[in-house]
């Protein structure tokens, strides 16, 4: 069975991008969101958070000599082992193996981690550009992609929706979508003058405590353009004001 990735794999995927290749797999009777493949992981890591939720309770010993080595040279140490079946599936074409997760409890934006043990056990073929992995099955090559990106309505509106529905919710999803899509808020201009009853942020500061005041961080050229250019868009859709202080209070904060 021959596995490969054409351009018709880059559908609904937008590019340039640099994300990680995040799947969902099932994990002991239960769909496990968030898991990141790495082909440069020898080991299966399941999270601690994330066992918890499966109530197993099923978790072994490790050796005490095993230890994890991370990026910076730090060792960890996991708090046991266990061996769960993990399924792969896009149905009909789905593959079932047996994986040994080490626990660790340490916290992580992703509840488990996919290494080449794994990967080489289901025998996939991962593709980070196309975000996609693929495997052989008994029914012909099975692929997972967690979510799928499709255009609503003009080229910049794009909307996430999971790979996995079967083909007649995503259908009727979409359909859904396409025509409600003028009721989606694509900037900041198509929600002007939202009314404090609806949504309001409020800074939840205790009044007895004094403001501190920072001290003045500077910016690459490339954050210090991307922070002008989010000031701008919300201060010409009217959202904030220009307000002189005698002071310099704090610095702006950058999030991807």
């Known amino acids: 069975m021959v596995i490969g990735f054409s351009d018709a794999d880059y559908l609904s995927i937008l590019h340039p991008h640099t994300d990680a290749l995040v799947i969902t797999l099932t994990v002991a ?3 496990v969101h968030l898991i990141l493949v790495d082909n440069g992981s020898l080991a299966d890591i399941l999270y601690w958070s994330a066992f918890k939720k499966l109530n197993l309770g099923q978790e072994k010993n490790c050796p005490n000599q095993l230890y994890l080595m991370g990026f910076t040279g730090e060792q960890v140490q996991p708090v046991g082992s266990i061996e769960l079946p993990v399924t792969a599936r896009s149905y009909p074409r789905q593959a079932t193996i047996m994986v040994r997760f080490l626990l660790v409890d340490r916290p992580s934006v992703h509840n488990a981690i996919i290494g080449r043990k794994a990967l080489n056990e289901l025998r996939a073929i991962t593709s980070t550009p196309h975000l996609k992995v693929k495997f052989p099955t008994d029914h012909g090559v ?3 992609r967690d979510l ?5 309505n003009e080229p910049d509106r794009v909307i996430k929706i999971g790979s996995q529905l079967d083909p007649i919710t995503k259908k009727e999803l979409k359909s859904f979508l396409h025509s409600n899509c003028d009721l989606f ?3 900041h201009d198509d929600m002007p003058e939202i009314a404090p009853s609806v949504m309001v942020h409020k800074l939840n500061a205790n009044p007895k405590f004094k403001p501190v005041q920072q001290k003045r961080r500077g910016y690459s050229p490339e ?3 991307a922070a002008t250019e989010e000031v701008e868009k919300l201060h010409e859709a009217g959202f ?7 002071t310099w209070l704090a610095n702006v904060v950058l999030v991807k």
Do not use: M, P
């Not at 904030?240 to 005698?246: A, N, S, W």
């Open 29 to 31: 009777n239960h769909n």
């Open 142 to 144: 099975g692929e997972i």
């Open 148 to 152: 799928d990106e499709f255009l609503v």
């Open 185 to 187: 808020a694509w900037s």
């Open 223 to 225: 954050n210090s353009r």
């Open 240 to 246: 904030i004001k220009e307000i002189q202080y005698t």
